[in-house]
Nanobody, 111 residues
Framework: QVQLVESGGDVVQPGGSLRLSCEASGFAFRFFDVHWHRQAPGKQRELVASIASGGATNYADSVKGRFTISRDNSKSTVYLQMNSLKLEDTAVYYC?????WGQGTQVTVSS
């Protein structure tokens, strides 16, 4: 059974940085693509970034140049480095692997 646990969410000022982590267990992590999504209050959940099993990455236009997704297969963990955070980045951030979701971690950008 796949289990995903996110961490690293916090309250940060505009322009600040955070690194989110998604630790996976229960399967051969290294063979799978992993995705970060986010959901802001009153909005639909959206795809933010993806990393393929081979390391190729993709980003939503809204975060390109500010966010970096990476993975450490030895730790079964995917990271989302978020820089130059904006008010509109406030959301619950979720990681996903196939149809399995983590519980989410709250990121709040506020002055």
């Amino acid at each position: 059974q796949v289990q995903l646990v996110e961490s690293g969410g916090d309250v940060v000022q505009p322009g600040g940085s955070l690194r989110l982590s998604c630790e996976a267990s229960g399967f051969a992590f290294r063979f799978f693509d992993v995705h970060w999504h986010r959901q802001a209050p009153g909005k639909q959940r959206e795809l933010v970034a993806s990393i393929a099993s081979g390391g190729a990455t993709n980003y939503a236009d809204s975060v390109k140049g500010r966010f970096t997704i990476s993975r450490d297969n030895s730790k079964s963990t995917v990271y989302l480095q978020m820089n130059s955070l904006k008010l509109e980045d406030t959301a619950v951030y979720y990681c996903r692997l196939t149809a399995s979701w983590g519980q989410g971690t709250q990121v709040t950008v506020s002055s």
